[in-house]
């Protein structure tokens, strides 16, 4: 590959791309609104969650000196991230804290790179989050959905044109800022019902002393106020 290539290549990634029209930025959250409010089709969705939440506990345990032992997604939408360290502290805590705030939080960073138009360069470090990602992966389910999503990326960056680039993009943001929002009501609906005793909520009390609920009243309060932040950047408001 020579400099034109590769000038050519950091144009593509880095460049700044037209946002879509504003009735196309709405159809794509009317899009994502349809992947989550309905159970039947939430339940095949759901996997894209799970992969931002235990996404989201191993790159904070990493940043926080933990070692991560790997990751494992499962068919029924849950998932296991498993890292070694102190067992206590701040590391355990921001790792701990980070599944359900993870998915709204990269849906709030999605929307500011395409508010500034950078679609390919969020595509592109889409892609290389899932790829790191499936390094940590082990068991099968979990490969393969990682697999299957990276690959949805990889081809939308690299083949697709750019309208249909920034279809997608906007798509899997607002799938994220709208799917961030729907696990914590349903954590909240399962400990009502006494399930999910070891929830990242308890967990999380356990550790601090804090009531779960003021931890699941953080979790409603990261993804709605990134919904409405992302919200309003994607729709130029």
Not at 94 to 102: F, K, P, S, V
Not at 129 to 140: Q, S, T
Not at 213 to 220: M, Q, S, V, Y
Request: net charge positive; aromatic share 8%; proline share 4%.
């Amino acid at each position: 590959m020579d400099s034109t290539d590769l000038g050519n290549l950091w144009d593509r990634v880095f460049g700044t791309q037209p946002a879509p029209e504003q009735w196309l930025v709405v159809v794509t959250a009317t899009a994502a609104l349809i992947a989550v409010v309905p159970n039947v089709i939430w339940r095949l969705t759901r996997n894209a969650i799970t992969i931002a939440h235990e996404g989201g506990h191993g790159l904070i345990a990493l940043l926080s000196g933990r070692q991560l032992s790997g990751i494992r997604l499962h068919s029924d939408t849950s998932g296991l991230t498993v890292s070694r360290g102190k067992p206590t502290g701040i590391g355990m805590v921001l790792t701990a804290a980070a599944g359900y705030t993870a998915p709204p939080l990269l849906g709030l960073g999605g929307a500011w790179l395409l508010a500034a138009g950078r679609i390919t360069l969020l595509l592109w470090l889409a892609t290389a989050l899932l790829a790191v990602m499936l390094v940590m992966i082990r068991n099968v389910y979990g490969a393969l959905t990682v697999i299957f999503t990276g690959s949805l990326f990889l081809l939308m960056s690299w083949l697709a044109s750019p309208d249909w680039q920034s279809l997608f993009a906007y798509s899997a943001v607002w799938f994220l800022l709208l799917g961030g929002v729907r696990p914590a009501f349903e954590l909240q609906s399962k400990r009502r019902h006494g399930g999910a005793p070891d929830s990242d909520a308890d967990q999380l009390s356990r550790l601090t002393d804090v009531p779960a609920a003021l931890w699941l009243f953080l979790f409603h309060a990261v993804s709605l106020c990134s919904l409405i932040g992302g919200g309003r950047w994607l729709l130029g408001l």
